[in-house]
């Protein structure tokens, strides 16, 4: 996970496993300025860890970069390598977080699945980051009490 990019122009390869080493970064070049990336991914899927039959959402990652981005080919591939991985909702959000901030570092990132209904109930995890001991983290809380 270095700041050399391997994946943006050469042919894609399309993991069949959960596969986190795909994903890249790059320098951020205004990291004294707080702004927004947002991702949005509409056909993002998993499998149930106890049926198998496959879950379908659309994943929001926003995240405020502090000295590292990631990059979007890089966060496709990582994305649709969870096709074939068994996990609740839950957990995917999660491991989705736990993955990018490992990653970049970020000030501050939040991750929502707007999974499709399943039994007649839609999923919509949330979970979110702030920086320890910054602003961030207090931002991290206040977006998390007042989740709608």
């Given at each position: 996970m270095n700041d050399k990019l391997t994946l943006l122009g050469n042919k894609t390869e399309?993991?069949?496993?959960?596969?986190?080493?795909v994903l890249e970064t790059f320098i951020n070049r205004h990291p004294e300025n707080d702004y927004w990336v947002h991702f949005e991914c509409p056909e993002f899927t998993s499998l149930c860890p106890i049926t198998g039959q496959p879950d379908f959402a659309t994943i929001h990652i926003a995240y405020i970069p502090a000295e590292k981005m990631v990059e979007s080919k890089s966060l496709k591939l990582y994305l649709f390598s969870f096709r074939n991985h068994g996990a609740f909702h839950e957990d995917c959000v999660n491991i989705i977080m736990k993955d990018l901030i490992a990653l970049m570092e970020p000030k501050y990132i939040e991750v929502v699945g707007a999974f499709t209904?399943?039994?007649?109930?839609?999923?919509?995890?949330?979970a979110n980051y702030g920086k320890k001991g910054t602003q961030y983290e207090e931002m991290a809380l206040y977006r998390l009490r007042n989740r709608e």
């Open positions: 399309y993991k069949s496993e959960y596969a986190p080493q209904p399943r039994g007649g109930i839609s999923i919509y995890p949330y």
